[in-house]
């Protein structure tokens, strides 16, 4: 339940905000000039803000698609993200959002049109190879389409432009949306899995592994591809059974044919982040070790990060014939 709404003054009549608003009659409305002025100031609690977060409506500007890191990649072409929104409804102790931004309240640009607007303006500078674009950098992509309305809007945007591919990249089984549209073969809906006893204890508030294995396969079958985004790989007492466990899983409920890649990312944050985020949770086991500092990364040593990462690649190309597997390595920042 949204208790807060804090609203731009510019975007007060747009018809998204209108909506949102007319949703919510109980909630209280603060307006204000710039979103920034909630959400940039020092000396907020995110750990306090993410027991209940309020809803800023606001008017996304400048640089809208930004060039995405080539390590991001799921193909050969050049990669864009872009953000409709700022958080995420879960909360998860390896998240970087919760190290990189002052507020744990939810940041909703309804500009869509904007945002529509610079894709194109992006591809019309695109090559013979397709563009990627990747929506779920700083937030979950479906986790709570149910306020923002960007699947329903963003996949038939993207379903009628054929040089783009849109990743869907997602904790969230809220699919419903997804299963009442025609399947687009440039659209990936990507879902983040870890080992089901790891994601227990650290992944707080989203939906089970099981769930989360369900809600893939129930699109595949359906006809959209599914992308597997091993990411971050944790080491922990027993991982090797765990994502062998998890691995052959998914391979039981999904068939390799619906599989659009799979991308594997190792437990690395930037060390200023790691500090933030350490000094908000001192005493969670994940944050504790066995971690070391490599360069301007805190991160697991480069022999463990090896072993988890040669061991997950073998066990999804053994249960995967001619899987696609990228590998995602954060820089610092």
């Not at 997602?170 to 997804?178: F, G, H, Q």
């Not at 699109?219 to 765990?242: E, H, I, S, T």
Request: hydrophobic residues 45%; glycine residues 6%; negative net charge.
């Amino acid at each position: 339940m949204i208790e807060t709404i804090y609203i731009e003054d510019d975007v007060e009549a747009h018809p998204r905000a209108r909506r949102l608003l007319d949703r919510f009659p109980a909630a209280r409305v603060i307006p204000c000039g710039r979103y920034t002025e909630v959400f940039n100031p020092a000396a907020q609690s995110f750990r306090l803000q993410k027991e209940n977060p309020a809803l800023i409506l606001a008017r996304k500007r400048g640089n809208l698609v930004l060039e995405a890191p080539p390590e991001l990649g799921i193909g050969e072409g050049p990669g864009f993200y872009f953000s409709h929104m700022l958080n995420c409804l879960y909360d998860c102790r390896y998240c970087f959002l919760q190290g990189m931004f002052r507020s744990a309240h939810y940041v909703l640009f309804v500009n869509f049109e904007d945002f529509e607007a610079a894709i194109d303006d992006t591809l019309t500078d695109g090559g013979e190879k397709p563009s990627y674009f990747f929506s779920g950098y700083d937030c979950d992509s479906l986790a709570l389409e149910s306020l923002s309305g960007f699947v329903e809007r963003f996949v038939p945007f993207f379903a009628v432009r054929p040089g783009a591919v849109l990743e869907l990249r997602t904790k969230s089984v809220a699919i419903r949306s997804l299963l009442a549209m025609t399947p687009s073969p440039n659209v990936v809906v990507a879902f983040s899995f870890t080992p089901a006893e790891a994601a227990a204890a650290i992944e707080h508030g989203a939906p089970r592994v099981g769930q989360r294995v369900r809600a893939a396969a129930e699109l595949a079958a359906a006809g959209w591809p599914v992308g597997l985004r091993l990411d971050p790989l944790l080491w922990y007492d027993g991982w090797r059974a765990g994502y062998a466990t998890l691995i052959d899983g998914l391979a039981a409920a999904i068939p390799a044919a619906a599989i659009h890649s799979a991308s594997l990312g190792p437990l690395r944050f930037p060390s200023k982040m790691f500090q933030r985020i350490h000094r908000m949770y001192p005493e969670d086991a994940l944050l504790s070790g066995p971690l070391a500092r490599r360069d301007d990364f805190v991160s697991y040593s480069a022999a463990r990060e090896a072993e988890l990462v040669g061991f997950v690649e073998e066990r999804l190309r053994r249960a995967f014939d001619d899987i696609a597997v990228f590998f995602f390595t954060p820089r610092a920042t």
